[in-house]
Every structure is written in structure tokens, then in C-alpha cells.
């Protein structure tokens, strides 16, 4: 199982819930960033490649994009202006309830520029992860595709970086 630590989730307000917070029955979504992988940066000059590879217990986030009929390689963010457009909520409702936690197989490599390691320590890679809460369950899909990816420095400022899945 990869060990992964989740950061600060931010809520995504739906257009109906603007201004106020999510009542009961509505789905209300948060997203953060995962790390799969944090790596101590001890040289500079260098272009950085790895490997993440192992299993993950998320739920699947597949069946949320299926709710907005996205493709499963689109990244959150096209998910999420989805999400913010539903106004009934009921189909995402529906497949919220059902699903199950699954061990989600990740193979994975990734490069990192030489150029955008300048100054970097510390850097955390890893995948965005929605929270999502309806009737008091949360329920986290961390979504593994090359669009919802990234990686983080010391600082928790993006660093430009390239995933290719095995």
C-alpha cells in the first residue's frame, strides 16, 4: 500500500451554495493534495525521474466523472466547474451513496526539469484528492491521472512536473 498524507482541503462551492455553507442534503466537495512521494533534494543541475508504483484504498474517483459524462483522464479541475453547475445534485447523490471503498493500482513515472529544481529542498509529489460530504459521510476519491497530479515544494509552491503511466 503507497503511504499517503493528505494536505489542507479547500471547498468547492456549487453555484447554489454560494454565500452560505452546504445544507444537509446537498453534496458539498473539497479538494487537496496527496503526497505519494516526498524526496529530500541534495544536488542541483540535475533533471529528476522516478517511479511511483504500489496500491491505493481511495474511492473511485471514475464514477464521479461518469456523473458529468468527463473522460477519467480529465483533471479535476473540469470536474470540479462541473460539480459547481449541478444544481440537483441527484445523480452525484446516488453514486456518492454507493460507492465503495477499491484498491486502486498505481504505475506511474515522473520527470521534473532540471531548471524547475532550482532552489527546491523538499519536493512532494502526489495527486489531488476530493473530499466529498453528504448526510454527515465523507468520503475521499484521490484522483490519479497525469491532469491531477503535481508536485509541491518546500513551500507548497507548484513545481512544473511531467507523469506518464506504465
Avoid at 459547481?84 to 456518492?96: C, G, I, M, P
Avoid at 515522473?110 to 529542498?121: D, I, N, Q, Y
Amino acid at each position: 500500500m503507497i503511504d499517503v498524507t493528505n494536505g489542507r482541503f479547500n471547498v468547492i462551492l456549487s453555484n447554489s451554495q454560494v454565500g452560505r455553507l452546504a445544507a444537509g442534503d446537498t453534496v458539498t466537495a473539497f479538494h487537496g493534495f496527496s503526497t505519494f512521494q516526498k524526496l529530500t533534494i541534495q544536488s542541483q543541475g540535475f533533471d529528476l525521474e522516478g517511479r511511483i508504483q504500489g496500491r491505493l484504498r481511495s474511492h473511485d474517483f471514475k464514477s464521479l466523472w461518469q456523473v458529468y459524462n468527463l473522460p477519467s483522464s480529465t483533471g479535476y479541475k473540469v470536474w470540479a466547474l462541473s460539480f459547481k453547475k449541478d444544481t440537483s445534485q441527484s445523480v452525484l447523490k446516488e453514486v456518492f451513496r454507493r460507492e465503495q471503498l477499491i484498491d486502486v493500482n498505481i504505475d506511474i513515472t515522473f520527470r521534473v526539469k532540471a531548471a524547475a529544481l532550482r532552489g527546491v529542498s523538499t519536493l512532494r509529489i502526489g495527486f489531488e484528492t476530493l473530499r466529498l460530504e453528504l448526510d454527515g459521510t465523507t468520503k475521499d476519491f484521490t484522483v490519479v491521472n497525469p491532469d491531477s497530479g503535481g508536485a509541491k515544494d518546500q513551500d507548497g509552491d507548484d513545481v512544473p512536473i511531467d507523469f506518464e503511466p506504465i
